[in-house]
């Protein structure tokens, strides 16, 4: 219970900042290093009004959520285990590998979150924390715990929220009436993600009058001076929709061609003898540091040197101009993929250096746009869309803010609800492990003593659990 003294008195004369300190106190707000925090009574008849009503089928939904909280505290530990195991492995690994990719990340503002999402980011988490304090403190009202007051707080840059309960009515209450309130939160917050996700997959269906899918990957973005950019590059409301061969349809076509273009050598191009003689330019052969071949000069920014098998079968190269030689020419692996072309024509591919790509792709403009680079650059170089609009004055922003918004809202809250539910010191899992001890142990542990030290040991072990990939995380992030 947090009382707060409506008036200072100091040994000094009035001064501005005793009115100011007056000012804060009265307004519930309190200021502190890295911290700062808002507390009303404002909602309490707003909560006291949802705690009393139905009082049948919150004890059903709450019971639900006090199973789900209980179980949650043992996933948790499972989540966070393999989580720690996914990190030493990626710390480790050369390169990473989508076997590594962790369940759960550290998310650091400007570091691994870009500068222009952080508005959907910190929307996101102040809005599953309000969902989350919503559940306790309804909770709390139905089982008859006095509600004193709803707040939110800044730490550091992150926001969230809290409700004041009394303590000693919630030391009255039993063990089971103490989990309904206190998973109440990691329930709220399951729920808030389940919606997000429903809301994710039928949202072609609530946009199908304004927007319609299923026809290409539309560019809603490209990275300014990033290779994809330019006159010949993708501009903002190109329809993407073929990635060399591989059709695109949607967002996550778009993703996965180029993941299987990044996994498998580099594709090649029929390319007709006559054309490689019209095209070709001499140049002297030499081997770079990594083993591959060039044969361009390094002043050229439209030539690539290419290689390919003739009659002799052995390896020769050529400078050739790339947008010429490759711009309608089909794709091949060997020599016999060419063999129905009309002229006899080669397999030739681009000799670029280890992981880069020479990729081609095509949109609605008659010009394709080719990429020289590292697949992984060209997905995070475009941003598109699976939405088209069937209107002109329709902004092709609105269903990314709302995907992207649902995707936050998703992932933040069911982050929320699985750290929450770890037993850890100073978060929800400290107290519904020890009401689940008290409600399962009482019978088989007589001494309270002992259940309160079998408590602290797991708190123990999922406090260091939890700081471990906290601490991890942050390296991992600002490290590597």
């Not at 009515?169 to 063990?175: A, E």
């Not at 390319?271 to 071949?293: H, P």
């Not at 922003?397 to 037993?423: H, M, Q, R, W």
Request: with cysteine; proline share 5%.
């Amino acid at each position: 219970m947090i009382s707060v003294s409506n008036h200072i008195t100091v040994a000094s004369s009035p001064s501005l900042k005793v009115r100011y300190e007056e000012w804060l106190a009265n307004h519930g707000i309190s200021i502190a290093p890295f911290h700062a925090r808002w507390q009303t009574t404002t909602f309490n008849r707003l909560f006291m009004k949802l705690g009393r009503w139905k009082p049948q089928l919150l004890y059903f939904w709450f019971s639900v959520g006090m199973v789900f909280g209980v179980i949650s505290m043992f996933i948790s530990i499972l989540l966070l285990a393999k989580t720690f195991s996914q990190t030493l492995a990626l710390m480790t690994a050369e390169s990473p590998t989508p076997e590594n990719e962790r369940i759960l990340q550290v998310v650091v503002p400007g570091v691994n979150l870009p500068i222009g999402q952080v508005v959907y980011f910190f929307a996101a988490i102040l809005i599953s924390g309000v969902i989350h304090e919503i559940g306790h403190g309804v909770a709390a009202v139905r089982e008859q715990v006095r509600f004193n007051g709803f707040g939110v707080f800044i730490f550091v840059v992150y926001p969230g929220a809290f409700v004041d309960l009394y303590t000693n009515h919630l030391q009255l209450i039993s063990p089971i009436q103490q989990l309904r309130v206190f998973c109440a939160g990691v329930w709220h917050n399951f729920i808030l993600a389940l919606m997000a996700l429903l809301i994710l997959y039928s949202l072609p269906i609530f946009l199908f009058p304004l927007y319609y899918t299923g026809v290409g990957a539309l560019v809603t973005n490209v990275a300014e001076n990033s290779p994809a950019s330019g006159p010949r590059g993708l501009s903002v409301g190109d329809l993407v929709k073929y990635v060399e061969n591989c059709s695109v349809s949607s967002v996550e076509d778009w993703h996965q061609c180029i993941e299987d273009i990044a996994a498998k050598p580099q594709t090649g191009y029929c390319i007709s003898e006559e054309t490689m003689q019209q095209l070709s330019s001499v140049g002297r052969a030499y081997r770079r540091l990594d083993g591959t071949t060039e044969c361009c000069s390094n002043n050229s920014l439209v030539d690539i040197c290419f290689s390919y098998r003739g009659n002799l079968q052995i390896p020769q190269y050529a400078c050739l101009s790339a947008r010429k030689a490759i711009e309608s020419s089909r794709v091949c692996q060997t020599n016999t993929d060419c063999l129905k072309e009309l002229a006899p024509s080669l397999c030739v591919k681009p000799s670029l250096e280890n992981q880069t790509r020479l990729i081609r792709v095509k949109h609605l403009s008659p010009m394709a746009m080719l990429f020289v680079g590292h697949p992984v650059h060209l997905q995070y170089a475009v941003s598109l869309t699976n939405y088209m609009p069937r209107f002109g004055f329709l902004h092709l922003d609105i269903p990314v803010v709302i995907e992207t918004f649902c995707k936050y809202l998703l992932s933040l809250s069911g982050a929320l609800a699985v750290i929450n539910a770890v037993p850890c010191f100073a978060l929800d899992g400290q107290w519904m492990l020890s009401s689940f001890l008290e409600a399962t142990l009482s019978s088989l542990v007589v001494e309270k003593q002992n259940r309160e030290l079998v408590a602290f040991f797991i708190l123990l072990f999922g406090s260091a659990l939890l700081a471990s990939n906290v601490v991890l995380g942050l390296w991992m992030v600002t490290t590597r």
